[in-house]
């Protein structure tokens, strides 16, 4: 039988059958006994596969329910509790009070951040956080990520739309993000960029503590940030290493930004600024380190050649280029790499998570050479890659 194609929304898909290894055959197998109600009943019954079965059911009602959970933290982060209640233990009217919400809903909502881990009960029918809470007292940064998710929540109300729609340049995200949607981003306003570049900025602390744990910088001269908003990771640069020459790369509404943010932090003259579009301008040369913290996953594959093309022609000679952004497939947060991330850059129209191994292909494209990948702390929220020049 020759080959045969359907079209399924404008895309030519192969037909022809293709054969079953014997693990496709393997999982049939399993997939059709897992789905049994009978199975199902007696492995929730059966002493050594009852834990697994309950386990499992647990995770798919997460699934379900997840949206739940996620509006649980919303309500907690947008009436400041972690915070309240990390001064001293409250009791549920003065939490009602704080939050404006009456007794009962105060109830009802503290159950639920309960048995979620955000809050905990103590002595005298009081509540601190929980385990889960702790770690978003005085957290700004993570709060705002946590705001700006209702985004993407509108942009996901129909999820079948969502990925049937191709270009989504009305997106509630896309449109939080405007320098992807215009050919000539550098003739924004600031006002245009204010806002996504504060909330970059606010998210970037712990992300730059890790990276400089991780890869110390003695030794360099010089360091250009490529992409590097309004210089909050240089500023954790510059705090650290007080001899080393710093450079900041970006748009030019958003170096208005940097200046401002940069004076405040008292690093005024601190950091050499230069406006610019990276995918159109020459970067700044005598670098002999370039970063591009979280630039590369907002971009398709041709302009991050063309930028690393651009970058490997900035580098000194002996230099290092580090890349750090949430990669695709990483062991233990593969749900932020590939579902988080593969879906939140869909709705702000360009980009993807990569894989390590593919941008390191990328680098060796670009002529780089001696790439490592380095373990992060924290590699939910970033990789670290370097590559010598």
């Given at each position: 039988m020759g080959s045969r194609e359907t079209a399924i929304a404008g895309v030519s898909v192969d037909a022809e059958p293709v054969p079953l290894t014997w693990r496709d055959r393997l999982l049939a197998w399993r997939d059709a006994i897992?789905?049994?109600?009978?199975?199902?009943?007696?492995?929730?019954?059966?002493?050594?596969?009852?834990?697994?079965a309950l386990a499992r059911s647990r995770r798919l009602f997460d699934l379900t329910a997840g949206f739940v959970y996620t509006q649980t933290l919303t309500a907690c982060v947008r009436v400041g509790l972690f915070d309240f209640l990390a001064e001293r233990p409250r009791t549920r009217a003065e939490i009602a009070a704080h939050i404006g919400v009456p007794l009962e809903e105060t109830e009802r909502l503290l159950r639920a951040?309960?048995?979620?881990?955000?809050?905990?009960?103590?002595?005298?029918?009081?509540?601190?956080?929980?385990?889960m809470g702790a770690p978003l007292i005085k957290n700004d940064g993570l709060a705002r990520m946590i705001e700006h998710n209702a985004l993407l929540y509108r942009d996901l109300v129909d999820p079948i739309e969502f990925f049937r729609t191709f270009e989504r340049r009305d997106s509630a995200v896309s449109e939080h993000f405007p320098y992807t949607k215009v050919r000539d981003p550098q003739n924004f306003g600031r006002g245009v960029v204010a806002e996504y570049s504060d909330l970059m900025a606010e998210?970037?602390?712990?992300?730059?503590?890790?990276?400089?744990?991780?890869?110390?910088?003695?030794?360099?001269?010089?360091?250009?940030?490529?992409?590097?908003?309004?210089?909050?990771?240089?500023?954790?640069?510059?705090?650290?290493?007080?001899?080393?020459?710093?450079?900041?790369?970006d748009l030019p509404a958003v170096i208005e930004g940097a200046q401002v943010r940069l004076a405040r932090l008292g690093?005024?003259?601190?950091?050499?600024?230069?406006?610019?579009?990276?995918?159109?301008?020459?970067?700044?040369?005598?670098a002999d380190v370039i970063t591009l913290v979280r630039v590369l996953l907002d971009h398709d594959d041709e302009s991050v050649l063309q930028l690393l093309h651009k970058v490997k022609r900035a580098l000194e000679p002996g230099g290092v280029l580090l890349i750090v952004e949430p990669?695709?497939?990483?062991?233990?947060?593969?749900?932020?790499?590939?579902?988080?991330?593969?879906?939140?850059?869909?709705a702000m129209g360009r980009g993807r998570a990569?894989?390590?191994?593919?941008?390191?292909?990328?680098?060796?494209?670009?002529?780089?050479?001696?790439?490592?990948?380095?373990?992060t702390r924290y590699p939910v929220y970033a990789g670290l890659i370097s590559a010598q020049h």
């Open positions: 897992q789905s049994s109600p009978r199975f199902q009943r007696w492995a929730a019954s059966f002493p050594l596969t009852r834990p697994i951040a309960a048995a979620l881990e955000l809050v905990q009960g103590r002595s005298g029918g009081r509540f601190g956080c929980g385990p998210t970037v602390r712990p992300l730059a503590e890790d990276i400089l744990d991780r890869f110390p910088l003695q030794g360099r001269r010089t360091l250009l940030d490529v992409g590097g908003g309004e210089g909050a990771f240089l500023a954790e640069v510059a705090w650290r290493y007080q001899s080393l020459q710093l450079k900041l790369f690093l005024v003259g601190r950091v050499e600024l230069s406006g610019g579009n990276f995918h159109q301008d020459p970067l700044p040369a005598g990669f695709s497939g990483v062991r233990g947060a593969e749900a932020v790499g590939d579902a988080y991330f593969g879906l939140y850059l869909r990569r894989r390590a191994d593919e941008l390191r292909a990328l680098l060796g494209k670009a002529g780089f050479t001696r790439t490592r990948v380095h373990k």
